[in-house]
């Protein structure tokens, strides 16, 4: 089991940051990659960023490119999601999730864990 709590979501003006935590527990040793996705209201879920548990292969989606970061602190089982130059449509509840499996980084059928995401608002 992995357990995951996201933090770090508010209120910011369109233009502005945010920085998403997101605090890992549990069996974080057997994790394969983990990602971030984000749904808005009347919308469905999103891929927003993943990497590998390991730190490597990072990926994003097209409209994320250049503005999200997504990191991980090697010293702590907790990732990160940058976010700069922010707009009124990033508005969403953001989840992180866990994949313990080799697959697709990008699908968020399969991810096994998720935390109970964290509100965004961006205002115009």
């Known amino acids: 089991q992995v357990q995951l709590v996201e933090s770090g979501g508010g209120l910011v003006q369109a233009g502005g940051s945010l920085r998403l935590s997101c605090a890992a527990s549990g069996r974080t040793v057997s994790t394969y990659g983990v990602g971030w996705f984000r749904q808005a209201p009347g919308k469905e879920r999103e891929f927003v960023a993943a990497?590998?548990?390991?730190?490597?292969?990072?990926t994003y989606a097209d409209s994320m490119k250049g503005r999200f970061t997504i990191s991980r602190d090697s010293a702590k089982p907790t990732v990160y999601l940058q976010m700069s130059s922010l707009k009124p449509e990033d508005t969403a509840v953001y989840y992180c999730?866990?994949?313990?499996?080799?697959?697709?980084?990008?699908?968020?059928?399969?991810?096994?864990?998720w935390g109970q995401g964290t509100q965004v608002t961006v205002s115009s």
């Open positions: 990497m590998g548990w390991s730190g490597s292969a990072t």
């Open positions: 999730a866990a994949k313990m499996n080799w697959g697709r980084l990008t699908l968020d059928y399969e991810y096994d864990y």
